[in-house]
């Protein structure tokens, strides 16, 4: 009695990082179907170029993004309002050392 494998799918390691990508941009495209549907278009859109404007300087973030099982929904709910608050608390240190400087 012999055991079957199953046939190997990816001969080629390109093969796998093609899958994997495929499978990143489905579950990033079902995520940000979701959320427009429950945020609207515009707000989608808004989230999206400030999240790209964050990600220029600190490239990690999309990895963080990635890694997560509904990015878009992590973006709204998560990184947006702590983006928000690192963004308020910074003008706050310059306005002060701005301050401090006139005196």
């Known amino acids: 009695m012999s055991v079957q494998l199953p046939?190997?799918?990816?001969?080629?390691?390109?093969?796998?990082k093609d899958a994997k990508s495929e499978a990143l941009n489905a579950r990033l495209n079902a995520s940000e179907?979701?959320?427009?549907?429950r945020i609207g278009d515009q707000q989608v859109d808004d989230l999206i170029a400030?999240?790209?404007?964050?990600?220029?300087?600190?490239?990690?973030?999309?990895q963080e993004l990635y890694a997560k099982r509904d990015p878009?929904?992590?973006?709204a709910q998560y990184w947006a309002p702590r983006?928000?608050?690192?963004?308020r608390a910074t003008e706050?240190?310059?306005?002060?050392?701005?301050?401090r400087s006139q005196h």
């Not at 706050?92 to 301050?99: F, G, I, N």
């Open 72 to 75: 878009y929904r992590w973006l």
């Open 7 to 16: 046939p190997v799918r990816w001969r080629d390691p390109r093969e796998f």
């Open 33 to 37: 179907t979701l959320l427009r549907a």
């Open 83 to 87: 983006h928000e608050r690192m963004r």
């Open 50 to 62: 400030r999240f790209r404007s964050a990600a220029k300087d600190y490239p990690p973030l999309f």
């Open 92 to 99: 706050v240190v310059h306005k002060v050392l701005a301050q």
